[in-house]
Each structure stands twice: as C-alpha cells, then as structure tokens.
C-alpha cells in the first residue's frame, strides 16, 4: 500500500527537519523517496506531522501490572466502552486492558512502547499480555541487578561468564535491556530489609549496590547491547535521595566512551531534597546541573499529574514504606532468586506540599536540563499519573502560562520553595518531538523508529494543529486538544487512527535482542547454570524458556556481542 | 519408546515441571517423579473420553455440532461461559472474545472456590510471592485450612515444609504449623497443630493480629484455643526471618469467606513491621489461576465479567455464574473443561438443565450428559500444548505429548471455530 502525506509541517528532529512544509511518501510499511500516483493522499495542509511517539518506559504488560488490575477494581468503574466492529471492548483506567492500553496509546501518536521492568521468571506472562496489546510495537525490559546467578557471577568477578548469562537470557526470554531496581535493596526485601548507600553489603553475595551498577554497566558494553543499563535508583521515593541518584550517575562516569552508558528512570522519585518529608525541596536543579555536565547520563522524569495512579515498582521495599504513609492496600510479590514488585493505590493532590513539590520536580527537571536529547517524556505509567496525560504535561513544558496556573492552585509552601515560577524556558515543538520519539528512539537505538528518513518504519503521527500560526505559550488548550486525538495515526504504512478513533487493529511487533555468544563460553556458563537453578529455582531451566513460538510476532534483534 | 522430560502436570495448582514420561505407540506407558494424581492424570486420560461430538445424544460432525453451537450462542439473549481452570490460556482468551461477542457471562471455576481471596485482595491487598521464595528462605510455614498431603501431594516436598532452598536446607530446618478443625494427614506431620472451632478463623486470625501487635490478650480463650497459646503463637510468627501462610478452602469458604482473607491479609501486614511474611493461595484446578490472570488482562476483572452492557461490567455475586444460574437469568450455557452438575447447588443445576447448553471436555461428566451439545476435545497438557499459571501465577508452557484421537481437537481451536463463525453470524 501506498501513502502520501503532502503539505504537513514536518517536525523530525533526528534528520533535522523543524518544521518544514513538506511530503512524506509511504510505501510497504516504510518511508520512501516518492511513490506512484495510486498513493492513497492525506492532506495534512496546516497540520503538524512528526514522527509516532515512542515510550521508553511504561508498564503495559506482565504480572505486575496485571496485578494492578486485580488489585484495582475500583479503577475501571467508570472508563469503559464497549465493542465496535473494530475494537474490543475498553477498560481503563490507571491500569487499563491490554486492548485499552493499544488504542490509547495510537490515538496519543504512539507507536512504540517499552514495558519497564519484567521479571524473568515471569516474563512468558509479559509476552503474552504483549501478545494482546495492539497497534503499537513493544519489547520489555528485564530486571536482572537482584538476579542470583548474576550476583553470584559479579561478586566472584566472573564477568565473561556473567556477561554470557545475561546475554543468554535475552534469548532465551526475549528482553530488550537491562533494568536494575534498587540493586542489593530488592534483594535485601526478601528479608524484609533494604539497603541505604550505594556501599552497603548485600550478604551474602559480598557486593554492593556501587559494584551491581558497575558490573551490569561494564557487561553492557560487553553484550553491546542497543539500550544502556536503565536504573531505577536506591533510596527511591526517600527525602534527600537526589545525592544517591547524583552518586549513581557519577559511579559509571569513568566507564563511559562520550556517549551515555546509563539511564536514570523517572527521576522525580528520586530527585528529593530535604532530609525529611517536612524539610522536602526539589533535588532537580543538583541533579540538572550533574545531566548538564556529565554527557553519559540520560534520564525520564516520571512527571506527577495530580489525580489518580497506582504505583506499581519492582522495588517491594519501597512500596512497603507507601503502604505505610498511606495506609492504602498494598500488594507485594516476592520473585524466587530474582526479586519482587510491590503495588499501592495512590492520588496526587494539589494542595498536599509533597505531592505538590513532586510535581514541580518532573518539570523543573525537563525545564533545567539543557539538552533535550538526554531527557525523555514519561509519567513512569501508571506511577506518576497514566500516559493519556503525556499532553498535559507537554503543555506545561510549552507554556509557563499553563504551568502558573497549576503553580496557584498547588500547597503554597511547596509553590515558595520551587524554582519553577522562575523558569521561563518553553519547549518548541521541535523539542517536544525531541523528547517524545527522536530522543527516546536514538537512546533505544532502534534505527528505524522515531524519524521520518528513507527506509525509516511508516510510524507517524499527525496532529489537527498549526504551529506556524498557534502561539503554544497562550493556546496550550487547543495543543492539548490536538495532541489527545491525533488526526491521523500511521503505523507500518497503515492508517490506525483518524480523528481520534481507531480505525484498523492489528498486532504490532515485539522486537528483542539476540546476542551473539560465544559456543564454548556460554556452553560452560550454562552447565553451572544448570546446577544452580536446581537449587535456586522451582522451575526447571528447559521450562524458563520462551520459544519464540509464544510471540504474536517476534522480531529479533542480532547484536555482535564483545565477548 | 521415547521419554519426555521436564512435563508440567496438568492436574493441581502446583504444576510441577519435573515430570517425566515415557511414550509409546501414541500413548503414555510411564510417569515418573509425579504423585500419585499426577501418574492416573498421565495414565488414564483416556478413560471414560467422548470421540463424537454430540447434539441431543446423536452423534453429529463435528462441523454440525459447531455451527449448532453457534446457533445457541447467537440466538441466546443472556448467555453464560462458564469453567475453564483446566485448559490452557490461549483457550480461555478466546472465550473471553466469544462472551464480548455475544454479550454474555464469563466466569470461571474460582467464583466457587478462591473468589473470596481474590475479594479479600481486592479489598485489602495480598503479601504474597513465588513458591521458590519460600523453599529459599521460609524459617516458618503455617498451613491454615488446606491439607497438601492430599490435595497438593508434592506441594510440601518440593516448593514448602520439606523443600531443600539456598538458605534453608529442609525439614529439620523450618517450623511446621497446621491450623484446621480436624487432625489432617498434614497436620500429623507439623511441629504443632492448631485445631480451632469450626467457622472461628476470622476469631483466630484478628486475635493473632492483636497479639502481635498488643503482645497481651484479654480473653480467655479465642477460637478454642487458649489465649496463652495464641500469645505463643504470635511471639514464634514475630521471630521468624521469614514465614509463610499457605491458605486453602477451610479458609475461603467457611464463615466469613472473603472477611477471613481480609483478616489474613491484615495479620500478615501486619507481621511485614517485625519480619518479613507472605501467603499464598493453594489454588487447585492447574490453570486457575491462569484464567484469572488472562481475564484481568482482557477485561480488567479476574472472574464473574457480565459483557451485557458491550463493557466488561463486574459484581461478584451478580454476575457470577452460580448467582445467575440460580436466578435462572441465563437462556444458554458455554461450558468449557469444568463439571458445574456435579458440584453446583441443586436449583442452580435445575435452571441449567432448562437450557441450551454446550460443553467442550475431554471426558464424560455430569454435565455433558445433560448438554444440548456436546464437543470432544483434547486433553491440555498431554495432548495439546499452552500456557498455564501455577498457584504463585508463575506461567508455565504445557506440553504436547501425544496425539489427540483422530478428529479430536483442542479447545482452542474448536473455540477459534466458534468465535469465527460467529463472527461472521452477529455483526
């Protein structure tokens, strides 16, 4: 099939494009030079057309998730919508289906999203509810700084054999990176304790989260893996825990090459000043000021939005210390030799001065940091509030009017303690596709997402505004109108969405990485391998592998591995 | 003679994964490492099966049989689909779209057997864990109304009591506590037995949290149980590195049901600020658990998902199918690898009996003798493959060991066929 998108203002960041009125040639699923005059034509005369969104950390899929919705009921009252002959029926709302979280997603724009932290043991469930989740493409990550076999190899300084481990368990499990959360601390949980520095022992492994981070972050490298390592800090969700993050970033500084080596993921929770919830300030100016020197960081902000969400982290040890300030029910989920999820209702009020000053937080983060390139878009779904309020937030970040009208409405001691009123800085449009798709694929390096260059995948979005004419600062209403519905939602060279509804479903791929290993190294890793998981696990190591059979549609990834 | 190695059990919640079976000539001739449930599962699946399909005792093709079923289905107002703990995943989603097709009921088996954990969870939460977390570390295993030794026959030696873990070697190395109304088989083999009133758990539980977090009683005697005893129990569940509750029916369905979980839940909160404590469901049917998993995906709710609205609409003890049978709301039945007739109460099954009612399994039961139609289908995890979710909700790949009889088919794909052709019947 044939596209031709004509007389859009293109914003593609990754070819340089701002804004230029131009035509974009669909064909096969793929960007083209031009195509024959069959193309089926879009007009997208004053209309802005960017690359599809992509996500670089959301949880859409896997047993934690899915124990949000069991634990939720009460979340899906009221966001329902029954069957069309295109759709299934839809049930949100935090924690919506998996058919809900497809169609949300493509009628935002986006095309491709990342599950953030899968558990292996558990990870066949992560597939199988990605099976199930439409339109967008996917992958997830795996949580592997808890892992056993991996501390046992990291504290024995066996890092070849490490390296071919996590190297094999991306075949075998088909994940995408490696996502660490509160290494040494998670496994601590599982006696009920937690670590508090990066230099505290994890008995009875004889490491410590300082050496977990710099472990993973070296075999990294070693596996060439596409995505750096993607960390969720120590001492999240603590008051003065900005130093943590600041000293995490800092701890793999030296094994950097001039280009990131580790990801901070929503770094609002762990962007806190203060030593107690009383004395609580925002750490984000410290932290802006490391990202703004340091180019082998990148970070997401997990930006609060007042109202509704459901924690929901790997990190059991912090969501015990939620359900204690809270009081709310709480599910935790222990994994054998692996680690544990944690999950807590939870509602972000305006006028509570920590809600309030988490809220300034995500904001003076993207607002303070200077290079787009290295600060993404996320509200850490459903964490910090869901994904369908990606265009408020962008809103906030394009106008300072719609942020002082929030910054009057909040707790007013956290409103004297922030920075934000005197932040003038606005995002551009060219920016926000900067940290919305470009940014988040280049960190990916998924090549062929999150720009509109030949052979680029055909994933686009089109939104039912001008930006030559509209002034973002004073109009933020009609962005946020514009953003919420695209116009159209091209995925693969097929139109998906129009005017906000879905038109066509199909399954989008799930990609994953297959690194190369060597024969004779990864035959001796899994001998001992073998041995352990007798002991360690419940299950047998033939049973913990997926065949890629079980992938609605698999796409691997080759990576020549340093091995 | 070939021998398969590492099959997961398709029988009880526990799904062990070590089995191992010897096949011959298309059959199995040898079960090794299972139970004794799981060798008669392995060994004599193919007693008492069906091989044709049927409509009103008639043997039919089974392209008659599904375009039968696709005439009850479409013309129904108000039908149910109700079963599904022992089929695979795959096939429980299918009926998830055949039920949102149709605007029926889809439920499943644990509205009559966990439901009220998943309520106690729903109302209070759950800290809970995978099986292997215990066999690694728990010092303390409480079993509260469930006796493995008969119902999860290698439970104990493999994932609790007597399982070798990294940091806790065994038996000698855990404390064993049963609490029950009778001295069951597991009860003879704990260090110390409870034996409580019956329908007193939620009297027992709340004064256990007391104790806990009060040290000091005021009562008597609570449950049957000495106050001091209870006091004593507190103090051991306190100094514990790690412990564990496992739960079964003696606590979800006697008085209190989902009440005596929220209790549960609360003590072993509770415990969470001394040590570390968790619980897990001894769920039975081997994919139970799977079918609540798979409905939370799809509709947001794991069970008793009313799609009459065109959105998924839940309120158990509404649109649970026992409730809706009993009203004699339903004017059709789907049931799918489950026997209601032989447990449901008995106005349920008059109403039921009054219905067209179409039943997929593998074997003659209660109720395919009084179905309207009834399908064949293979035996899930010795015939046919799919995923399943053992009782911690670790999923699990089942495997094909053999071929179904000639014609047989799976439950997904005669589920496939339905939801096809019904497609194409209501648009």
Same mark, same amino acid.
């Given at each position: 099939?044939?596209?031709?998108?004509?007389?859009?203002?293109?914003?593609?960041?990754?070819?340089?494009?701002?804004?230029?009125?131009?035509?974009?040639?669909?064909?096969?699923?793929?960007?083209?030079?031009?195509?024959?005059?069959?193309?089926?034509?879009?007009?997208?005369?004053?209309?802005?057309?960017?690359?599809?969104?992509?996500?670089?950390?959301?949880?859409?899929?896997?047993?934690?998730?899915?124990?949000?919705?069991?634990?939720?009921?009460?979340?899906?009252?009221?966001?329902?919508?029954?069957?069309?002959?295109?759709?299934?029926?839809?049930?949100?709302?935090?924690?919506?289906?998996?058919?809900?979280?497809?169609?949300?997603?493509?009628?935002?724009?986006?095309?491709?999203?990342?599950?953030?932290?899968?558990?292996?043991?558990?990870?066949?469930?992560?597939?199988?509810?990605?099976?199930?989740?439409?339109?967008?493409?996917?992958?997830?990550?795996?949580?592997?700084?808890?892992?056993?076999?991996?501390?046992?190899?990291?504290?024995?300084?066996?890092?070849?054999?490490?390296?071919?481990?996590?190297?094999?368990?991306?075949?075998?499990?088909?994940?995408?990176?490696?996502?660490?959360?509160?290494?040494?601390?998670?496994?601590?949980?599982?006696?009920?304790?937690?670590?508090?520095?990066?230099?505290?022992?994890?008995?009875?492994?004889?490491?410590?989260?300082?050496?977990?981070?710099?472990?993973?972050?070296?075999?990294?490298?070693?596996?060439?893996?596409?995505?750096?390592?993607?960390?969720?800090?120590?001492?999240?969700?603590?008051?003065?825990?900005?130093?943590?993050?600041?000293?995490?970033?800092?701890?793999?500084?030296?094994?950097?090459?001039?280009?990131?080596?580790?990801?901070?993921?929503?770094?609002?929770?762990?962007?806190?000043?203060?030593?107690?919830?009383?004395?609580?300030?925002?750490?984000?100016?410290?932290?802006?000021?490391?990202?703004?020197?340091?180019?082998?960081?990148?970070?997401?902000?997990?930006?609060?939005?007042?109202?509704?969400?459901?924690?929901?982290?790997?990190?059991?040890?912090?969501?015990?210390?939620?359900?204690?300030?809270?009081?709310?029910?709480?599910?935790?989920?222990?994994?054998?030799?692996?680690?544990?999820?944690?999950?807590?209702?939870?509602?972000?009020?305006?006028?509570?001065?920590?809600?309030?000053?988490?809220?300034?937080?995500?904001?003076?983060?993207?607002?303070?940091?200077?290079?787009?390139?290295?600060?993404?878009?996320?509200?850490?779904?459903?964490?910090?509030?869901?994904?369908?309020?990606?265009?408020?937030?962008?809103?906030?970040?394009?106008?300072?009017?719609?942020?002082?009208?929030?910054?009057?409405?909040?707790?007013?001691?956290?409103?004297?303690?922030?920075?934000?009123?005197?932040?003038?800085?606005?995002?551009?449009?060219?920016?926000?596709?900067?940290?919305?798709?470009?940014?988040?694929?280049?960190?990916?390096?998924?090549?062929?997402?999150?720009?509109?260059?030949?052979?680029?995948?055909?994933?686009?979005?089109?939104?039912?505004?001008?930006?030559?004419?509209?002034?973002?600062?004073?109009?933020?209403?009609?962005?946020?109108?514009?953003?919420?519905?695209?116009?159209?939602?091209?995925?693969?060279?097929?139109?998906?969405?129009?005017?906000?509804?879905?038109?066509?479903?199909?399954?989008?791929?799930?990609?994953?990485?297959?690194?190369?290993?060597?024969?004779?190294?990864?035959?001796?890793?899994?001998?001992?391998?073998?041995?352990?998981?007798?002991?360690?696990?419940?299950?047998?190591?033939?049973?913990?592998?997926?065949?890629?059979?079980?992938?609605?549609?698999?796409?691997?990834?080759?990576?020549?591995?340093?091995? | 003679?070939?021998?398969?190695?590492?099959?997961?059990?398709?029988?009880?919640?526990?799904?062990?994964?070590?089995?191992?079976?010897?096949?011959?000539?298309?059959?199995?001739?040898?079960?090794?490492?299972?139970?004794?449930?799981?060798?008669?599962?392995?060994?004599?699946?193919?007693?008492?099966?069906?091989?044709? *399909?049927?409509?009103? =005792?008639?043997?039919?093709?089974?392209? &008659? @049989? /599904? $375009?039968?079923?696709? #005439? %009850?289905?479409?013309?129904?107002?108000? *039908?149910?689909?109700? =079963?599904?703990?022992?089929?695979?995943? &795959? @096939? /429980? $989603?299918?009926?998830? #779209? %055949?039920?949102?097709?149709?605007?029926?009921?889809?439920?499943?088996?644990?509205?009559?057997?966990?439901?009220?954990? /998943?309520?106690?969870?729903?109302?209070?939460?759950?800290?809970?864990?995978?099986?292997?977390?215990?066999?690694?570390?728990?010092?303390?295993?409480?079993?509260?109304?469930?006796?493995?030794?008969?119902?999860?026959?290698?439970?104990?030696?493999?994932?609790?009591?007597?399982?070798?873990?990294?940091?806790?070697?065994?038996?000698?190395?855990?404390?064993?506590?049963?609490?029950?109304?009778?001295?069951?088989?597991?009860?003879?083999?704990?260090?110390?037995?409870?034996?409580?009133?019956?329908?007193?758990?939620?009297?027992?539980?709340?004064?256990?949290?007391?104790?806990?977090?009060?040290?000091?009683?005021?009562?008597?005697?609570?449950?049957?149980?000495?106050?001091?005893?209870?006091?004593?129990?507190?103090?051991?569940?306190?100094?514990?590195?790690?412990?564990?509750?496992?739960?079964?029916?003696?606590?979800?369905?006697?008085?209190?049901?989902?009440?005596?979980?929220?209790?549960?839940?609360?003590?072993?909160?509770?415990?969470?600020?001394?040590?570390?404590?968790?619980?897990?469901?001894?769920?039975?049917?081997?994919?139970?658990?799977?079918?609540?998993?798979?409905?939370?995906?799809?509709?947001?709710?794991?069970?008793?998902?009313?799609?009459?609205?065109?959105?998924?609409?839940?309120?158990?003890?509404?649109?649970?199918?026992?409730?809706?049978?009993?009203?004699?709301?339903?004017?059709?039945?789907?049931?799918?690898?489950?026997?209601?007739?032989?447990?449901?109460?008995?106005?349920?099954?008059?109403?039921?009996?009054?219905?067209?009612?179409?039943?997929?399994?593998?074997?003659?039961?209660?109720?395919?003798?009084?179905?309207?139609?009834?399908?064949?289908?293979?035996?899930?995890?010795?015939?046919?493959?799919?995923?399943?979710?053992?009782?911690?909700?670790?999923?699990?790949?089942?495997?094909?060991?053999?071929?179904?009889?000639?014609?047989?088919?799976?439950?997904?794909?005669?589920?496939?066929?339905?939801?096809?052709?019904?497609?194409?019947?209501?648009?």
């Amino acid at each position: 099939m044939e596209l031709l998108i004509k007389n859009g203002y293109v914003y593609d960041p990754i070819n340089e494009i701002n804004g230029e009125k131009m035509d974009i040639a669909v064909k096969d699923g793929k960007i083209v030079e031009s195509v024959s005059s069959d193309a089926k034509v879009i007009d997208a005369t004053n209309m802005l057309v960017m690359p599809g969104g992509v996500d670089i950390h959301s949880h859409i899929a896997g047993s934690k998730v899915n124990s949000g919705r069991i634990l939720r009921p009460e979340d899906h009252y009221k966001d329902v919508k029954p069957r069309t002959a295109i759709t299934r029926a839809e049930v949100g709302h935090t924690v919506p289906s998996t058919y809900t979280i497809g169609y949300r997603y493509a009628r935002l724009g986006y095309t491709t999203v990342i599950e953030a932290a899968s558990p292996p043991l558990k990870t066949r469930h992560t597939h199988e509810e990605l099976n199930d989740i439409p339109l967008i493409d996917k992958s997830c990550y795996l949580v592997l700084d808890n892992n056993w076999i991996v501390l046992d190899y990291l504290s024995q300084g066996e890092i070849d054999k490490c390296a071919a481990f996590i190297g094999w368990i991306f075949k075998a499990l088909k994940g995408y990176a490696i996502k660490i959360v509160n290494p040494g601390g998670v496994e601590l949980w599982g006696w009920g304790k937690n670590v508090e520095s990066l230099d505290d022992q994890v008995p009875p492994f004889d490491i410590t989260p300082r050496e977990i981070i710099r472990g993973l972050c070296k075999i990294n490298k070693m596996l060439n893996l596409p995505h750096t390592i993607h960390l969720h800090t120590n001492n999240l969700g603590k008051p003065g825990n900005y130093r943590t993050t600041i000293e995490t970033m800092d701890t793999v500084s030296d094994l950097a090459d001039g280009k990131p080596n580790i990801h901070i993921t929503h770094v609002q929770f762990c962007g806190y000043g203060g030593d107690s919830w009383i004395t609580l300030r925002s750490g984000a100016p410290e932290i802006a000021k490391y990202v703004n020197n340091h180019n082998h960081v990148t970070i997401d902000l997990g930006q609060v939005v007042f109202g509704d969400a459901t924690t929901m982290t790997g990190d059991g040890p912090f969501q015990f210390i939620l359900q204690n300030l809270t009081g709310n029910k709480w599910k935790n989920a222990d994994v054998e030799a692996e680690g544990s999820a944690g999950i807590v209702p939870y509602k972000y009020k305006r006028k509570n001065f920590v809600n309030a000053v988490q809220w300034t937080i995500g904001l003076e983060l993207a607002l303070l940091i200077k290079d787009p390139w290295r600060v993404f878009l996320t509200t850490d779904h459903p964490n910090a509030g869901t994904f369908m309020k990606y265009p408020r937030v962008i809103t906030w970040l394009m106008s300072k009017v719609a942020r002082e009208k929030v910054l009057n409405k909040i707790n007013k001691r956290a409103k004297k303690r922030s920075t934000l009123p005197s932040i003038d800085r606005e995002y551009t449009f060219y920016e926000i596709a900067i940290i919305t798709r470009a940014a988040t694929a280049k960190a990916l390096n998924l090549a062929n997402k999150g720009h509109l260059g030949v052979g680029a995948d055909a994933d686009i979005a089109i939104y039912n505004i001008n930006p030559m004419e509209i002034d973002p600062s004073k109009e933020y209403k009609k962005v946020r109108r514009a953003l919420k519905r695209a116009a159209y939602t091209i995925k693969g060279g097929e139109i998906i969405v129009k005017d906000g509804e879905i038109v066509k479903s199909f399954i989008g791929e799930t990609f994953w990485v297959k690194p190369a290993i060597p024969e004779d190294l990864e035959k001796d890793m899994l001998r001992e391998v073998s041995e352990k998981f007798k002991e360690y696990y419940t299950v047998s190591l033939e049973n913990y592998i997926i065949g890629e059979n079980e992938l609605a549609s698999s796409k691997p990834i080759a990576v020549k591995t340093n091995l | 003679m070939k021998t398969v190695r590492n099959v997961v059990c398709p029988f009880c919640g526990s799904l062990c994964d070590d089995i191992e079976v010897d096949i011959e000539d298309n059959r199995v001739v040898k079960v090794r490492k299972g139970c004794a449930i799981s060798a008669t599962k392995f060994t004599k699946y193919n007693e008492e099966r069906i091989y044709k *399909p049927r409509i009103d =005792g008639r043997e039919v093709s089974l392209e &008659e @049989a /599904i $375009n039968e079923a696709v #005439e %009850i289905l479409a013309n129904a107002k108000y *039908p149910a689909l109700y =079963g599904w703990s022992c089929t695979s995943t &795959e @096939a /429980i $989603n299918i009926g998830i #779209e %055949i039920a949102e097709l149709v605007g029926g009921v889809m439920d499943n088996t644990a509205s009559v057997c966990h439901g009220p954990t /998943i309520l106690g969870e729903q109302d209070a939460g759950i800290s809970t864990c995978t099986l292997g977390q215990v066999k690694n570390r728990a010092e303390l295993i409480i079993y509260w109304g469930c006796n493995p030794a008969h119902a999860h026959p290698r439970h104990m030696a493999r994932y609790s009591a007597a399982s070798r873990g990294r940091f806790v070697k065994g038996r000698k190395e855990r404390t064993v506590i049963v609490v029950d109304v009778r001295k069951t088989h597991t009860a003879k083999t704990a260090d110390i037995f409870i034996q409580i009133k019956p329908n007193s758990d939620f009297e027992l539980l709340t004064a256990l949290r007391w104790a806990v977090k009060n040290g000091e009683l005021e009562q008597e005697e609570i449950a049957g149980i000495p106050a001091e005893k209870i006091e004593e129990l507190a103090d051991m569940l306190i100094s514990c590195r790690f412990g564990a509750l496992f739960f079964g029916l003696g606590l979800t369905m006697s008085a209190g049901k989902a009440r005596n979980i929220e209790a549960a839940v609360n003590l072993v909160r509770e415990l969470n600020n001394y040590t570390k404590f968790v619980m897990v469901p001894m769920r039975g049917h081997f994919n139970v658990t799977g079918a609540n998993e798979v409905m939370a995906w799809a509709t947001g709710f794991p069970f008793a998902v009313d799609f009459s609205r065109g959105y998924p609409f839940y309120n158990p003890g509404d649109t649970t199918f026992v409730d809706v049978l009993t009203r004699g709301d339903c004017d059709a039945a789907l049931i799918v690898a489950s026997d209601p007739v032989s447990g449901f109460p008995a106005e349920a099954i008059r109403n039921l009996a009054k219905i067209p009612v179409i039943t997929l399994d593998p074997h003659e039961t209660l109720t395919t003798m009084i179905s309207k139609v009834v399908i064949p289908t293979a035996v899930v995890g010795i015939e046919a493959e799919g995923s399943a979710y053992r009782m911690d909700a670790v999923p699990l790949r089942l495997k094909k060991l053999v071929e179904p009889p000639p014609g047989i088919l799976s439950d997904e794909e005669v589920l496939k066929m339905i939801l096809k052709k019904l497609k194409e019947r209501v648009k």
